[in-house]
């Protein structure tokens, strides 16, 4: 039942990510931690790996809908960022190791309310703003130090980081919603590495290989999941999906970690 549990939950939350150009992180957290009941730490472990395999199978499922060549025609907005979101993924991992586990839970509670505000409110925000006309060394100045929030959140929640990339490519660099999607994905494939292999080197990490089976089975669902979400793009709209999406997640955010 518990496998079972994995896959079903892993395949509905890869639809969810694979349509938006997130690993699903966001919504697998508060699962593993509500509904598998693993610790804060450990379930942060169990996100950054099913997130790796989400995001990798996301982004080559996507490619049908949003070209190889249009990601490459940015990759000077990917490398800003990834500039950045390295670092901070980084140095993410010295501060998730050293926080005790109610001061983790409070983080990661913050961190959710804020992605389903910002879900909620994303059209409101960003859909018709253009990106400031700011000089190109300012703009590649900001957009190092999102990416240094960015992998900063990533490796120190267990999140592909995508919920904050995407609103940077669309309000600092006017990208289209569909290609920050593939660019997010492109983005947090290396950004989530950087994070699992400074883990690995401590206690908690310990998890990934007791709880081996239960992780194959979340991740095979999450590309079954993906493969989904990521062909439905074509015909739903983004804004009504981000929309019932932050309500999920202010829902699970209040309701998972208030009670902790």
């Known amino acids: 039942m518990r496998l079972l549990s ?26 593993l931690v509500g509904v598998f009941k693993f610790k804060t730490i450990h379930a942060i472990m169990i996100n950054l790996v099913v997130s790796l395999v989400t995001v990798c199978f996301s982004f080559l499922f996507r490619s049908s809908i949003v070209p190889y060549s249009q990601v490459w025609g940015q990759t000077p907005v990917i490398l800003n960022l ?9 140095a993410g991992v010295h501060f998730a190791t050293r926080l005790n586990e109610k001061s983790l839970n409070r983080l990661v509670m913050v961190f959710l309310v804020s992605l389903g505000l910002m879900l909620v409110f994303h059209g409101v925000l960003f859909d018709n703003i253009t990106s400031f006309s700011l000089h190109p060394l300012t703009r590649a100045i900001l957009g190092a130090l999102a990416g240094v929030v960015i992998g900063m959140f990533s490796s120190m929640l267990g999140v592909a980081g995508g919920e904050l990339i995407i609103p940077t490519l669309l309000f600092l660099f006017a990208v289209d919603i569909k290609l920050a999607g593939s660019l997010s994905l492109a983005i947090s494939i290396p950004t989530i590495i950087i994070g699992l292999t400074r883990y690995k080197t401590h206690e908690p ?7 081996a089976k239960f992780i194959a089975v979340m991740a095979a669902g999450s590309i079954v999941g993906s493969f989904a979400g990521s062909h439905l793009l074509r015909g739903i709209s983004g804004e009504v999906v981000k929309t019932f999406l932050g309500f999920i997640l202010l829902t699970s955010a209040v309701k998972l970690f208030y009670s902790k």
């Open 6 to 31: 994995s896959f079903s939950i892993g395949a509905l939350i890869g639809v969810l990510g694979g349509l938006i150009g997130l690993g699903g992180a966001e919504f697998r957290l508060p699962v």
């Open 205 to 211: 990490f310990k998890v990934v290989r007791q709880e």
């Open 82 to 90: 990834l500039a950045g979101s390295l670092l901070g993924s980084y």
